[in-house]
């Protein structure tokens, strides 16, 4: 159970949310996502209510926010190409021809150094490494404004977790928004203008931190 957390971030900045197994990280990014309604206080995004909104009324403003899960394989339509999974964010907002649609993919899969020939196949195919930088490829498909992210380094080598820190960086520049729950300190160092810390089973954290626009 969370108690008393309370955050806000502007663009471009980054929230490391950090603490124990059980703390309720994962449970912290799901009301944020608003696949958890909170029983108190209330989640806004862009200073509009968020929590506590119909689904319809959120589904037009998803693309402002995006995110990449802890299990990528889970995450991923296992039969759906690697083209198509990439596609379907651009085709279900209406944006672009199937021309410019592959284009963006081919764009987007060369960011995440995801190898083209890849993206003819399945998930099933795919190591835990692809799948992850495929499911990162495709929450930057419709640029959003924060980017929630589960332990995005978890299924990553060295080098692959090194080009992340740097591409996520570089979205930060470009003013994107990053909360981040993450075991990995080092990357929650590397990135993190702030960190949430969790104590466990008490899930009480608050952050000192400068305001800006609340997610």
């Known amino acids: 159970m969370l108690r ?10 980054a929230l490391g949310v950090v603490g ?6 994962t449970t912290l990014l799901h009301l944020a996502l608003g696949l958890l ?51 379907e ?20 899969a060369a960011r995440v150094k995801f190898p083209e ?11 835990g490494g692809l799948a992850q930088r495929l499911c990162l490829a ?14 995005p380094f978890s299924a990553l080598d060295p080098t ?5 820190r740097a591409l996520l960086l570089d979205l930060k520049a470009e003013g994107l928004a990053l909360l981040m729950a993450s075991h990995d300190r080092r990357s929650v160092a590397a990135l993190c203008d702030r960190t949430l810390a969790l104590p466990r089973r008490s899930g009480c954290g608050q952050d000192e931190a400068k305001r800006g626009v609340p997610v």
């Not at 944006?95 to 592959?102: D, F, K, L, V």
């Open 117 to 127: 020939g890849a993206l003819a196949q399945r998930p099933a195919v795919w190591s």
């Open 20 to 25: 124990e197994s059980g703390a309720g990280k």
């Open 4 to 13: 008393d957390v309370s955050f806000s971030l502007a663009p471009g900045e």
């Open 160 to 164: 692959l977790a090194s080009h992340l």
């Open 138 to 151: 495709r929450a930057l498909m419709l640029e959003p404004a924060l980017l929630v992210l589960d332990e």
């Open 89 to 108: 964010p651009l085709e279900i907002q209406g944006r672009g021809t199937p021309a410019s649609r592959r284009e963006a993919a081919a764009h987007m």
């Open 37 to 87: 309604e909170p029983a108190e206080g209330a989640v806004r995004l862009d200073s509009a209510p968020w929590s506590g909104v119909p689904e319809r009324d959120r589904r037009p403003r998803r693309a402002r926010m995006q995110a990449v899960f802890q299990d990528p394989q889970a995450s991923l339509p296992p039969h759906r190409t690697g083209w198509e999974i990439l596609a």
